[in-house]
């Protein structure tokens, strides 16, 4: 894949130049988007409940920005909730319902 190349203007009025970036990176954070969204599916098959299921990745992720070790193999463009998701599709990461031990008993 070739590398990008950034185009230069000139402004009329001053010697200053604006870099402008190529539109295909836009294309790039579609894909990432929809590899998000097509990861949120699967893992809502595992957890059906979307309350929970985003208690479970919003905790995960806390955990894995404080430097706890990934549960599955990872790319250098994951972002954590993609890395969350990927652990509950694997069945790596489960829940447990606290329902009735509300007052400790």
Sequence with gaps: MLAPQLVTSALPSSGSTILQFPTEAVRRVH???HMTTQ?????????PNQQL????????????????RPLVETTPRMS????ALKEIIAG????????GSIDGA
Aim: charge should be positive; hydrophobic fraction near 45%.
């Design 53 to 68: 299921l985003i208690n479970v990745v919003s905790k995960r992720v806390r955990q894995l920005g404080l430097g706890h």
């Design 80 to 83: 954590l909730t993609d890395i």
């Design 92 to 99: 790596k990461l489960t829940y447990e319902s606290l329902e």
């Design 39 to 47: 990861l949120l599916q699967e893992a809502a098959q595992v957890i």
């Design 31 to 33: 894909s990432l988007r």
